[in-house]
């Protein structure tokens, strides 16, 4: 049967033919017995939450390394937390979806994508002898309810902030052959497979912006703005100073404060916010959050 396809079947076409066309298996390719070079960085000095802090002055070459490793591996579990809240969100819209149209099956393969990142990043994780640190645990039990009250924009909208954010992050990181070579690996994968993903979503919400009544779109803003906060607020995961010796609480309050680390974020969500802002779910009632979320400036 041939069928007439409209944009949003188009994209999906399109996207499933990529799909089938360039995807890894971190499995097979990457190799995970190799050894991790001593003295090489996990995370970019510059991207480190307590970079140029008087806490890092105190850190030795060594500290700042361990203390890199642990802020992936506190990122990279907490990507595997997004992306199991997504693929519930995906699997809400497949349910009551009709599955002979290449939208929904594109979202299957988008979850298995996701499948199979989440098992690279636990790897990852497990490589680095780290704990799977994740995000703390109120914001563990707040996730349960967004598969349940959110809908509409906002959460694909949501999804985008994620996968953007540690999309410009990863970016960076790949680039510098400085960095080590798994973790430059990891980050290729996911920035490649990525891409069809933020096609996909920035797609579904200028058509879901087109629908919403004046009522909703409050509500669609305040649930962004809130799932942003707890975004870049969850990504360290304040356990991971206590690999170097330093008080967590104390610790995780001034890299809240860190200038540099409030700059790294709004950097890394400067193109989807400006996305987001276009599409109209930037502004009132969410406005004090975003300005938290560090995601706009103040
Ligand atoms: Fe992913
Ligand atoms: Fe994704």
Redesign the pocket.
């Known amino acids: 049967m041939t069928r007439m396809l409209d944009g949003r079947e188009k994209t999906a076409d399109r996207l499933l033919k990529s799909s089938a066309n360039k995807f890894y298996d971190p499995e097979v390719d990457i190799d995970w017995a190799a050894p991790l070079p001593e003295g090489k960085p996990y995370e970019l000095e510059h991207r480190c939450s307590l970079y140029g802090t008087h806490l890092w002055d105190q850190l030795t070459p060594e500290q700042r390394i361990e203390l890199g490793k642990h802020e992936i591996a506190s990122i990279a579990s907490n990507g595997i937390f997004f992306?199991v809240l997504?693929m519930q969100l995906l699997l809400k819209d497949i349910y009551r979806g009709d599955p002979t149209s290449r939208h929904v099956q594109y979202a299957l393969t988008?979850i298995a994508?996701?499948c199979r990142?989440s098992t690279m990043f636990a790897r990852m994780v497990e490589r680095f002898d780290a704990p799977p640190y994740g995000p703390v645990k109120i914001v563990h039990q707040l996730g349960k309810l967004l598969p349940v009250l959110g809908y509409g924009p906002a959460l694909y909208g949501s999804?985008l902030v994620a996968?953007e954010v540690l999309d410009r992050l990863q970016r960076e990181s790949m680039a510098d052959e400085n960095v080590q070579p798994l973790v430059r690996m990891v980050n290729r994968i996911h920035v490649l497979?990525?891409a069809r993903?933020v096609t996909f979503a920035r797609e579904e919400v200028t058509r879901g912006m087109a629908k919403l009544s004046k009522t909703e779109l409050y509500y669609q803003r305040w649930l962004i703005a809130s799932v942003s906060f707890a975004i870049t607020r969850s990504l360290i995961n304040p356990r991971v100073y206590a690999s170097v010796g330093l008080r967590p609480k104390e610790a995780w309050e001034t890299a809240m404060a860190n200038p540099h680390f409030q700059e790294t974020m709004r950097w890394a969500g400067e193109r989807i916010v400006a996305f987001l802002d276009e599409a109209g779910l930037v502004g009132a009632p969410g406005m004090r959050m975003w300005r938290r979320s560090f995601l706009v400036a103040k």
């Open positions: 992306e997504l988008e994508d996701e990142h999804i996968e497979e990525e993903h």
